[in-house]
C-alpha cells in the first residue's frame, strides 16, 4: 500500500521544526555563553579547528567515522569560572553537556550521544602540584596518568602513585570510575588514596570535600563522576616506593604446559607477597606446527623489591612459572611505568608527558571476576573456544593482599575481597569495514557467553572502567531507575542504591546523564533528562 502523498509536507514540517528548535537551542546556549565573555574556548563545526579538537582524545576508532554524531559544539575551559558558566547555560537551556577528561571509555560516551549534545572537554585542567613534604599531590581532571606520575619523579624518587599502566589516560576519569594498576595489590586502587576533591555542581558552585560533604565525596571516588558533577581536580595521597623494583615477562604456550602454570597461578596470584602483581595475557596465536593456531599465556609482573627477594619468593610460592635471574630487570619506579607503558628501556622519562602516543584502534572491551579457580578441564576448554572464535583474548589481573582488607562498601567499588582476579576480554582491528567490526563485536560477546559458568553470578560483576554498554543502557527517560539497576548493580553491586540516594540528592533532575549513568530516584515532575 502506498504511503498517501499528503504525508510527505507533513513529515517534511516536522524534520524542519526539529532542526530549527534544534539550531535555536544551540544558539541560546552560545549566547549564553558569550554573555559571559567565554566564546574564545569555544569550537564550532564552522571553526577550522573544531575536527582535530574532537578528534585529539578519541581512543576508539569506532566512534570516529563519518556516521558518528558529533557535538553541537566544543568548549574547553580553561577556569573554574568557564567550567561553572558551561553548567548553567546549559542547564538554562535544557541541552545535553558530555564531559570528556581524556577520552579512554571504551564506549566513546564522553563524546558521543543520539541526542543534541555539546562537549565540555577538561584537558587544560591538566596541572600536577607536588608536595613532597606532605606526601600529596593535587591533579587536574584533565591532566593525563603520564602527566601525573611525571610530575611525582620530579620531585621524588621514592614516591609514586597505584593507577593505570596507560600514560594517555586522563586522571578524572580514571580516578572517579576506581582505576587501578600494578601496584592494587600493595595500595589498592587509586580511589583509595584520595583525600580531597573540587567539583562543579549541578547548581554552578565549585565545591570541595568540606563543602560538597562525605556523600558526594564518596560517590565521585569510584561512582563516575559523570553522573554527579564535573570534576575539576583530586587531591590525592601519593605512596612509597623502593629505590629499586623489578619486572619480568615470561611466555609459555600450550605445549610448554601453559595450562597446569595458568592453573597454578589461579591457586597463588591472590595469596603471594601483596609486593608481586603478575598479571597473565591470554591470546590466541598462530603456533609452530603448520601455522595451527594455539594459546599463549604471558606473565608480566612488577615487584617492590629487588630480584633477589623476587627469586626467593618465585621458587617458594611458584615455581612452576620457571624464573630465571635472566627473565628480571631491575629498574626505578619510573622506569617501571615507562616498562609497562611498552617503552624501550632507553626512554626519557619526558616520553610520558606526550598525549597522543599510543595507536588509536578499533576496539571492543567486557569485564568478569572470577571468585572460583577455572579448572584445568575448563580452561583447556576456554582454550578451544578462544581458538576457534579466532583473536579475543584475555587480560586477568591479581587481587588480594591490601584489595581484600578494603572494605566492599568504603568506596562505591565494591569488587575486593573474595574475587581471585578480574578479567578483562580483549579485542583489536584495524579494518573500518563494518563487515569487519561485526564479526570482532560477535566474538567477543560470545566468549562472554561462554564464561558464564566460571564467573561471579548473581550479580555477574563487572568493572565501571572497563565500560560495556552489553550490559543495560538508559534512555535517561521515565524508565531510567529501572533501566539503571540492571547496569549498576554489576559495576556497583550493593553500593549502586547508595549512589541513587546521592545522586537523588544532588541532582534530581538528572542533568548530568550519560547512556550509563546513575539516576535518580522516580519522582513525579519534570525529568531534564527525560524522553
Known sequence: MKTPNCLFPLLLVLLLSQTCFSNATTDSFIKCLNDQQISSIIYTPTNHSFTSVLQAYIKNRRFNTSTTPKPKLIITPTTESHVQAAVTCAKATNIHLKIRSGGHDYEGISYISDDDFVILDMFNFNSVDVDISGETAWVGAGATLGELYYGIWKKSDVHGFPAGVCPTVGVGGHLSGGGYGTMLRKYGL???????????DVKGRVLDRSLMGEDLFW???????????????????????????????????????????????????????????????????????????????????????????????????????????????????????????????????????????DGVNFLKRKSDYIQTPISKDGLNWIWKKMIQLGKTGFVFNPYGGRMSEISASETPFPHRAGNIYKMQYSVNWNDGELEEEKNYLSQIRRLYSYMTPFVSKSPRGAFLNYRDLDIGVTDNGKHSYDEGEVYGVKYFMGNYERLVEVKTMVDPENFFRNEQSIPPKPFQGKNRGGK
Open 190 to 200: 587509586s580511589v583509595d588514596h584520595v583525600i580531597d576533591a573540587r567539583i562543579v
Open 219 to 357: 560517590a565521585i571516588r569510584g561512582g563516575g563522576g559523570g553522573s554527579f558533577g564535573v570534576i575539576l581536580s583530586y587531591r590525592i595521597k601519593l605512596v612509597q616506593v623502593p629505590k629499586t623494583v623489578t619486572v619480568f615477562r615470561v611466555m609459555k604456550m600450550q605445549d610448554e604446559n601453559a595450562t597446569d602454570i595458568v592453573y597454578k597461578w589461579q591457586l597463588v596470584c591472590d595469596k603471594i607477597d601483596s609486593d608481586l602483581f603478575i598479571r597473565v595475557l591470554i591470546q590466541p596465536v598462530t603456533g609452530k606446527n603448520k601455522g595451527a593456531k594455539t594459546i599463549r599465556a604471558s606473565f608480566i609482573a612488577m615487584f617492590l623489591g629487588d630480584s633477589e627477594r623476587l627469586l626467593s619468593l618465585m621458587n617458594k610460592e611458584f615455581p612452576e612459572l620457571g624464573l630465571k635471574k635472566e627473565d628480571c630487570k631491575e629498574m626505578n619506579w619510573i622506569q617501571s611505568v615507562l616498562y609497562w607503558a611498552n617503552f624501550d628501556n632507553s626512554t626519557s622519562p619526558e616520553a610520558l608527558l606526550a598525549r597522543n602516543n
